[in-house]
Structures are given as structure tokens and as C-alpha cells.
């Protein structure tokens, strides 16, 4: 089960007309949409979403405390696994269960369940499973209430989350190593110990809410989705409507543009603007002393701080644009209000650039359920393998999806999620302007940001799939 | 050693020029606006001025 690693596993073809026309026809898309949200869209709809609960049977049931206990200890499992797997096993990023699970399967397959079923992830997220089974514990023997822990710092916000994935978009993009077992099953034991004492500190919810990288990250998509809770009622709201409390937070700003910058990084990778420019860059380190690897590291790490400051500065100038047609509102205010439109962008980024990855790499964890050390007998590394369930040898199905087929999804996600980002966009500035006038205006700017990162979006597949 | 001029590749870079084009237009289209705006906030803002 050896495969190509690269991101953009498919070449496109038998595209009827040339892919630049696709970004026009995108842009032109949006242009439209824009109209259209201005004449038939005129009050804030998203604001409040309404809420309409499901059956209280089945609410007790999802909120029951087995469910959350069975769904915890399937996720500390899955961790266990993951560094058991990567320190034990074969030490090959397609063949060991830890890179797959934790590169492929959780980090790019979450994100639709998140988007679908809302925050499935709080569910099962490991970290906070242990947590609240520590506190449980202690609780148990301690025979009374823990001492309360710190108040969680209004002005640290989503800072730790940004940290959180800007470590791990550098070991994913950056380290030389970073995909091999071994060092995601150390990158995870690391994280672990962090996140065990932010939640010492201040509290396993606080910490898992406004703090740990993934459980920030799945949670903004899951805002997307139409499934919530409220109290102990799961229910319905409207679509998107989640997304509406976006941006209160510190930190949430950057941290969409580590997500979009991050995943924009990764396709221009292998486009020839960065391969050229890269060995300069290393140049450079190099002549300061650094090793070979070391360079290159150091070369990987500013692009993806470039590419983070560039998403960021490109979000900042429609900001400054809207800024500009008048109202009292300030630019940090601003910055906040228009931030829930990014959350799709963000989607669409990642939906488009991963699909291929998702399908094709995705399909080898049934492989590796069976086998999660690697050691197969196909394998040409040992045949010391386990086949747990039958499924060792399953073979990658590469005609899941075709290369066009792959090309028109990814087309649709990139205009799909940037037509949601410019009515997300429209909603708020409807609620937040005075005059509709001004909001009107002020949205001008805002297409303009979207017909940017669709522009860069469709630009940077090409240059992925070409 | 011989360097080839830049036109000559010109195919690799101007197709991801084009891909600006939508991005660019709209820029100057907005930065035209928003300059007529302001010489009219500034026409109408002199007219008061005189009025008062």
C-alpha cells in the first residue's frame, strides 16, 4: 500500500474549457449572488436562528451520560492506538495507522461529520473524556467538591487554539519528518501533556471549548451545520446560523487565517512561484549556518507564516475597505463582525484541497484497523502483520472518484462555501449598520475579499492537480 | 551561458495573471468609487459651507 503523498493526488483532464475560465465563471457567480442577496435579502435573517428541538426522547438519549462515556472511551482508544502505533510500527507515513488516522482520517474527516452533525468531536474528544474521568476520579475520592480552577482570561481566547494549529500545520507542512509515525505519536503525547495542564489550570470545558486546537477548529464548522443543543435539547436552527457569534473572542481572527493560510500553503507548495523561490530561501539559512534539512525547514516555516500573513492582510484590506464608507463602527469591530463569513471560506479551502486526499488515503484506515503496526505480508517492509478483521490486504479503490469528477466538486466547494461566506457577510451587516445603505457599501469590499480567495482557491488547486 | 528572456515563458506565468483579472478589475472598480464618493462628499460638503 505504497501511494503519492502529495495532497493533490489527482491530474485533471477533459476539461471543456481552460481552468482560469472556471475561476471567471466563479467570480462572476459571485458577482451575481451579490446582487441577488442585495434586492431579495433585505433583513438579517442568521442572526437568531431559531430553534426547533427534536423529540426529548431522543435528547436524553444523545445527552445521556453512557453515550458520553462509550463515545469517550472510543476516543482515548483511538489516541492509544495512535501512539501505540506510530512508537511501535512500521515507520512509513502510508503504512502505520498513526499518520493515516491522525493526517487523513481525523483531521480531514472530521471536518464534514463536524459541518453534517454538528460538534460531534466534543463528543469524542479524548483529551476532554480524560479530563472529566480525572475530575470524576478525584472528585470520587476526595468525597467532595475539587478546589475551583483558575478563571479562564478573557483576553487569552482562541490565542492557545492558534498556537495549537500552527504547531500542527508545521509538523503536517514543514518538518521534513512530520508525517512519520513516530513523530506524530510524539507530537501527540506533547500535545497531550499541554492540553492535560490547560485543563488543570482552568477547567477541562473551559479549556476544551476556548483553548484546545481541535476542539476550537471542528467546533467552528460544526457551526455550520443545522444540528445544536441547547440546555439539554439537541435541535434544529438554521444552517449557518451558528456561525453568528463567531469572532467575540480573541484570537479568532488569526485563527482563520492559520486555517485558510495553512491549507493555501500546502497547494502552493507544488506550485512552481514557491519551488523556485524555495532553494533561495534555504540559500539563505543556509548561509547562516544551518544544516541542509534545517534550511529547508526554516524555508517551509516562513512560507507558511507568509502565506498565514498574506490570508490575514488580504482579510484586513476588505476590513479597512469597509471601514472606509463611513458608520461608527471601529475596525477591530468590523474585523469581528464580518469574521463568521470567513468559516466557510475556510471550508471550502479545505473541502476542495483535501477531497482527493480524504478519498484515496482515507480508505487505507480500513487496512490499517486490521493491521495498525503495518507489518503486513504484502508489505515489503516485514510480514510480521496482524489481520485483526480481514481487512489487511483491502485494496485502495482509485476509482472512487475520477480526476474531473474531482475538479467540478472542488469547483462547487470553492463557489458554494464563498456564496455562503458573502450571505453570512450580507446577514451581519444587515444587523449591524444603521443605514442600509451603508451596508450595502460596505459589502462591495467583502466581495471583493471573496473573489480574491476564490481566485487563489481555484488558482492553487490548478496548480495542485495540473 | 546563455539566458533565455522572460517573454519566452511568458505561457507559464501570464495564465496565473489571468486568474487576477476578476480580483484586480473589481479592486479598481471599488478604489474608482470610493474616490467619486469622496469628490462628491467634498463637492457637497463645500456647496453647505458656502450656503451657510
Redesign the interface.
Known amino acids: 500500500m505504497i501511494f503519492e503523498i502529495a495532497h493533490g493526488i489527482v491530474g485533471r483532464k477533459d476539461l471543456p474549457i481552460p481552468d482560469w475560465l472556471f475561476g471567471w465563471a466563479a467570480a462572476l457567480v459571485l458577482v451575481v449572488s451579490f446582487v441577488a442577496l442585495a434586492l431579495l435579502w433585505p433583513e438579517p435573517r442568521l442572526q437568531d436562528g431559531g430553534f426547533r428541538p427534536l423529540p426529548r426522547r431522543l435528547s436524553r438519549v444523545l445527552l445521556s451520560r453512557a453515550v458520553a462515556v462509550v463515545c469517550g472511551a472510543i476516543g482515548v482508544f483511538l489516541l492509544g492506538v495512535t501512539v501505540w502505533s506510530g512508537l511501535n510500527g512500521v515507520q512509513v507515513a502510508t503504512a502505520n495507522f498513526a499518520s493515516v488516522f491522525v493526517l487523513v482520517v481525523f483531521w480531514l474527516g472530521v471536518v464534514p461529520l463536524s459541518v453534517v452533525f454538528g460538534d460531534v468531536f466534543r463528543a469524542f474528544n479524548p483529551w476532554r473524556a480524560i479530563g472529566r474521568a480525572v475530575a470524576w476520579v478525584a472528585q470520587t475520592a476526595a468525597r467532595g467538591p475539587l478546589p475551583a480552577p483558575l478563571r479562564y482570561p478573557e483576553r487569552l481566547g482562541h490565542w492557545p487554539g492558534v498556537v495549537g494549529l500552527l504547531a500542527f500545520a508545521t509538523l503536517e507542512l514543514v518538518a521534513s519528518s512530520g508525517d512519520q509515525p513516530e513523530s506524530v505519536a510524539i507530537a501527540t503525547l506533547v500535545y497531550s501533556a499541554a492540553t492535560f495542564v490547560g485543563m488543570a489550570l482552568f477547567g477541562v470545558e473551559a479549556w476544551s471549548t476556548r483553548a484546545e486546537a481541535f476542539g476550537v477548529y471542528f467546533n467552528l464548522f460544526s457551526r455550520i451545520s443545522p444540528f445544536t443543543r441547547r440546555g439539554d435539547q439537541v435541535g434544529l436552527r438554521r444552517p449557518l446560523s451558528g456561525l453568528s457569534e463567531v469572532g467575540s473572542l480573541p484570537g479568532t481572527v488569526p485563527l482563520l487565517a492559520v486555517m485558510i493560510g495553512s491549507v493555501s500553503f500546502d497547494g502552493i507548495g507544488e506550485a512552481p512561484l514557491w519551488t523556485g523561490m524555495a532553494p533561495d530561501i534555504a540559500g539563505f539559512f543556509g548561509d547562516l549556518g544551518l544544516s541542509q534539512q534545517m534550511a529547508l525547514e526554516a524555508a517551509f516555516l516562513v512560507g507558511l507564516l507568509a502565506a498565514i500573513a498574506i490570508v490575514l492582510g488580504f482579510y484586513m484590506l476588505g476590513v479597512a475597505g469597509a471601514r472606509s464608507v463611513g458608520g461608527r463602527l471601529s475596525t477591530r469591530q468590523i474585523a469581528r463582525a464580518f469574521l463568521p463569513s470567513m468559516v466557510p471560506i475556510a471550508l471550502a479551502y479545505v473541502a476542495a484541497h483535501y477531497i482527493t486526499e480524504l478519498l484515496y488515503r482515507g480508505q487505507a484506515i480500513v487496512e490499517l484497523s486490521s493491521s495498525p503496526l503495518g507489518y503486513l505480508a504484502s508489505n515489503p517492509l516485514g510480514d510480521e502483520g496482524t489481520d485483526l478483521f480481514g481487512t489487511a490486504n483491502e485494496p485502495i479503490d482509485y476509482g472512487v472518484i475520477s480526476a474531473t469528477a474531482a475538479w467540478y466538486y472542488q469547483v462547487g466547494f470553492v463557489v458554494a462555501g464563498h456564496v455562503a461566506g458573502l450571505a453570512l457577510a450580507h446577514d451581519k451587516a444587515l444587523a449591524i449598520y444603521d443605514e442600509a445603505r451603508l451596508a450595502v457599501r460596505s459589502q462591495y469590499w467583502m466581495l471583493a475579499v471573496m473573489v480574491g480567495f476564490t481566485s487563489l482557491a481555484l488558482w492553487l488547486l490548478a496548480q495542485s492537480n495540473g | 551561458m546563455t539566458t533565455l528572456p522572460p517573454l519566452a515563458h511568458s505561457g507559464?506565468w501570464i495564465?496565473?495573471v489571468?486568474?487576477?483579472?476578476?480580483?484586480a478589475g473589481?479592486?479598481i472598480w471599488?478604489f474608482v468609487?470610493?474616490l467619486r464618493e469622496r469628490r462628491r462628499q467634498a463637492r457637497e460638503g463645500g456647496r453647505e459651507e458656502q450656503d451657510l
Open positions: 507559464h495564465l496565473d489571468v486568474y487576477v483579472l476578476p480580483f473589481l479592486l471599488l468609487t470610493t
